[in-house]
């Protein structure tokens, strides 16, 4: 676990330094205001991760918890399931983008570049279960790596662009597009040579059989929809609400200080494997050492996010060409230390799949957070109330989940192993 984080948090240090410097270019390109409608027109396309119906971190769970047991045999199942599920779930996303690009703002008036990010985005999503199945195997050092591909090629693309040349809005879509594609078309070349699960005739896949895998992703897509309420649509409202300028001072402060939740979010996710094979083992020596791990690393982030607070003007500017007071960035540092010592304990949460209760403080959570940041907007809050708002309502989760992860690993050795929703499986190992 500590050769794979160090090696996945340093991977996503080199893509830090390629974002801050495209950051750099893009504003020198195209202005603040350009470079505001960029950050949502992108940040909008993301949002297709929630068409996966919550159907990936089951697939996840089964294949940890496959390996966990010793029984890998037990996983292609639920791979050609979670292929089916996706395709399906690519056609929904695609006609659902369809009727954003042409009826919503900023989107309709500019409909070539989101048309293609749109398409790009729907593609390449329906390639991501090859993400999914490395995930569940462990193989994180793999998909750090790769996962260079898409952002280094458009920051090599982008400072190679002849000076006197413009980049216009649909031609930058297009390379980001191409670059987003060729990612992931490699990954499912390299899942391929790593695993041998034989999804065979995934698009025969009854719904019989889809149907418990289903059920759990239901529950995941529900958190889904709250985290993206909560840490997604700062853009698009600082957008709508106080314009480019500031969505791009917005997006700067994001930038730099997201750092911090990226490599906490690198751990969380090695975290969850780890937590997946250790419960199918009944390991809760091994449990309780992943939970202290994961508070020590949350609390060291933090602090370290506390000190970046105080030179945050200039570190703003140094690193995305835009200034952005220190005043302005409390807030962010507050969102940062409530959301990673949340993530601390949702983690476990989601790997036993006890999702009731975080979908019963995420109703809470959704309303909580558009009151308090419209509320903070009309005062005149600027870009500071929406990670106010965020932090604010996050408070009810991180206290549930604490107290339940806590019971979860002190009762562990007393679980009883739950079994597989989709049984089948043809599947072999090549690599340990």
Known sequence: MLVSSVFSIGTKAVQAIASFATVHKLVKMWGLSGYGLWVTLTAFAL?????????????????????????????????????????????????????????????????????????ACVVSFFLSIHNTVLQGLARFKVLAALGLLAPCTWFAILQLWP????????????????????????????????????IGAWYRTPLQTAKPLIRTGAGFLILQLAAFALYGSGSLLVYRSLGGLQTAQYDAASKVFSIFTIAFSTLISIAWTEISRAKAAHDRKRLANVRRLLHIAALAFLAAATLACAFSAPLTKALTGIRVPTSATISFVVFVGVQMLAFTSAVFLNAYERLREQI?????????????????????????????????????????????????????????????????????????
């Open 47 to 119: 949002y297709i991760s929630l068409f996966d119906m919550g159907v990936g971190y089951g697939v996840k769970n089964r294949i940890s918890e496959a390996w966990g047991r010793g029984e890998p045999d037990q996983a292609a199942g639920v791979v050609r399931v979670g292929v089916a599920v996706y395709f399906v779930a690519a056609l929904a996303a695609l006609l659902c983008g369809f009727f954003v690009v042409m009826f919503v703002t900023p989107f309709k008036d500019h409909k070539l570049a989101s048309g293609v990010l749109w398409v």
């Open 163 to 198: 000076s006197g040349t413009a980049l216009t809005l649909e031609t930058g879509a297009a390379i980001y597009a191409a670059a987003i594609v060729i990612q992931a078309i490699v990954i499912v070349v390299v899942s391929r040579r790593v695993h041998d699960f034989r």
């Open 360 to 432: 019963i403080t995420a109703m809470i959570s959704i309303p909580l957070f558009f009151a308090i940041a419209f509320g903070l907007l009309s005062l005149g809050w600027g870009m500071p109330a929406i990670p106010t708002a965020s932090a604010a309502a996050m408070l009810p989760s991180l206290v549930v989940c604490y107290l339940i992860a806590r019971g979860l690993v002190k009762s562990s050795g007393h679980e009883q192993e739950l079994p597989l929703p989709v049984n089948g499986g043809d599947s072999t190992r090549r690599t340990p």
